[in-house]
């Protein structure tokens, strides 16, 4: 096994993730099998329980669990799916080894942060990259370099190099180089955060260096001396005009020429695929507008996977687009905002928690419903598109989800019967992969040309079963169904109302995008052709 170690300094939000799944791709390019480990050093067992304000959305594994939006990234860029073992915490390790402790595991000895902490660190690691059967096993240790929280990890790693031989262990550290007032291109925080990296025992084999232009070779050579690595070892990770450059950059750059001389690696193929999709995405055609409708719109990672097969499904169908984030309280307060959804070629209501919103939410999706503007809705969004049907076609009036009012007189939208009496929040929704059984002739089996489908989930509440026929007789169809689960909704004679209970983002890939998202492109295109 090969393991490459990314570490941070300077500052967070360099873009270690993004550099590890470009290094990842680069190297799947050239026929190796890669996986990939993200270290979080916070206490929470995973990310399942955080706002998306904190670190953006919480990606869903196939195996229901819910981790950091970098794994989201590695499996977009690798095109894999990881499981919850490939996300470490310090709230999972320390859990282990207080329950082995509780058990006796160690009985007689005094449990410390070495060996025991850093032993249970280094055996996931290897466990996890054995158990994915790839070549090469990036890992990501989160946070910055001099972070307390993050020392047990680094210890971990820094006792891997001494464990492992030197041709299967290199460390990529990323760093940033400022630009003055001057214009100058300033190497002192770089030499300051290796310096620091160092009194941990830690020496960087590649420095990857963020910058806003590309590296000079006068910069190159000064953070080659001082920091004791080859100038061929510095990468000049400039700004790029979309992150799927980001691998050609680095390639173009030597990154990979350098990590396969220092690992060993030899190459017989390339695979052209991720060149062509970059290819393709620089020659996009047209454009369409899309409102997104959400409350989390201010800060546009919290919908990361949304955004991403968006982008997905643009490429795949060659044209451009543009993205408003409107946040749903401003319909609420009676805003002209309503009035401009005409304006969108089409409307997406994602998924979330929470009352905030939802009835903002409700008036967007009547807007879509009542003026044919194609229609997507997400987890959330599904639920919220019934409430509305029921209320403004069936006319239930009060509908609603017992979320929001456990009091309603119709309550279309209930807890789902596992979840009653449930306490503790962390990983106990319906998570990850269910299977969907697909109506024949309807709009979704067109979609993805199959009667079977697997998605991923991430929801405690559900459709109410004593609802659906009388939901059905006024129009709303329930054409995905996981037994008496509804999995979809779609409103046939609309040019495009299509709702899942489940997350289709999260499956998305380049070159390979969801299908509802593309299916919600075309229907845009076709509406924009429409209206010339």
């Not at 067992?45 to 590695?74: C, R, W």
């Not at 001082?226 to 390639?251: G, K, Q, T, W």
């Not at 052209?272 to 989390?296: A, D, F, T």
Request: charged letters at 25%.
């Amino acid at each position: 096994m090969k393991y490459i170690i990314i570490t941070g300094g300077v500052m967070s939000g360099l873009g270690k993730g993004i550099t590890a799944a470009s290094i990842g791709r680069n190297l799947k390019n050239i026929g190796y099998k890669v996986t990939a480990i993200k270290i979080d050093p916070y206490i929470n067992i995973d990310a399942g329980t955080m706002s998306p304000y904190q670190h953006g959305e919480v990606f869903v594994l196939k195996d229901g669990g819910e981790v950091d939006l970098d794994l989201g990234n590695y499996e977009r860029f690798l095109d894999t799916e990881l499981t919850r073992d490939h996300n470490l915490t310090t709230g999972k390790i320390y859990q282990s080894v207080i329950q082995k402790e509780r058990r006796g595991d160690y009985l007689g000895k005094t449990v410390q942060i070495i060996p025991h902490i850093t032993n249970e660190i280094k055996g996931r690691i290897r466990k996890v990259a054995a158990k994915s059967g790839a070549d090469v096993c990036l890992i990501e240790v989160g946070g910055t370099v001099g972070d307390i929280e993050s020392m047990p990890f680094l210890e971990a790693v820094r006792q891997m190099h001494r464990e492992e031989n030197v041709e299967d262990l290199i460390f990529v550290h990323v760093t940033l180089v400022p630009i003055d007032t001057q214009g100058e291109q300033k190497t002192k925080p770089t030499q300051h955060s290796v310096k620091e990296l160092r009194e941990l025992g830690l020496t960087p084999n590649v420095i990857v260096a963020r910058c806003r232009e590309p590296l000079l070779r006068s910069t190159i050579s000064k953070i080659s001396l001082f920091c004791d690595v080859p100038e061929e070892a510095v990468i000049s990770a400039h700004d790029a005009s979309d992150i799927y450059e980001l691998p050609l950059l680095m390639d173009k750059e030597g990154l990979t020429q350098y990590l396969m001389k220092r690992l060993c690696l030899k190459s017989a193929s390339y695979d052209p695929s991720w060149n062509e999709m970059v290819e393709r995405m620089h020659n996009l055609k047209g454009q369409v507008k899309i409102c997104i409708v959400g409350k989390y719109t201010h800060f546009e990672d919290s919908y990361l996977s949304i955004s991403a097969s968006i982008k997905h499904a643009s490429i795949e169908c060659g044209c451009d687009y543009v993205i408003n984030w409107l946040n749903a309280e401003l319909l609420e307060q009676g805003s002209e905002c309503l009035g401009s959804l005409d304006g969108y070629d089409g409307i997406l209501v994602p998924g979330g928690f929470g009352e905030r919103g939802t009835e903002g939410k409700m008036m967007a999706i009547r807007y879509a419903r009542e003026h044919n503007i194609p229609f997507l809705g997400l987890c959330l969004g599904m639920q919220l598109s019934v409430v509305e049907f029921a209320r403004n076609v069936v006319g239930l009036e009060g509908a609603n989800s017992t979320e929001f009012n456990e009091d309603t007189p119709y309550p279309v939208i209930d807890i789902l019967p596992e979840q009653e009496g449930v306490k503790n929040m962390g990983a106990t929704m319906r998570l990850g992969d269910y299977e969907a059984q697909l109506k024949p002739g309807s709009l979704a089996e067109k979609i993805y040309g199959s009667c079977t489908i697997v998605e991923r989930h991430r929801h405690r509440y559900e459709v109410n079963p004593n609802f659906v026929d009388k939901l059905q007789k006024k129009g709303l169809v329930f054409s995905g169904v996981n037994r008496n689960r509804m999995e979809i909704c779609e409103l046939p004679g609309h040019p495009f109302f299509f709702a899942s209970q489940f997350h289709p983002e999260f499956k998305s890939r380049p070159g390979r995008p969801s299908p509802p998202f593309k299916a919600f492109m075309c229907a845009m295109l076709e509406r924009q052709s429409g209206k010339c």
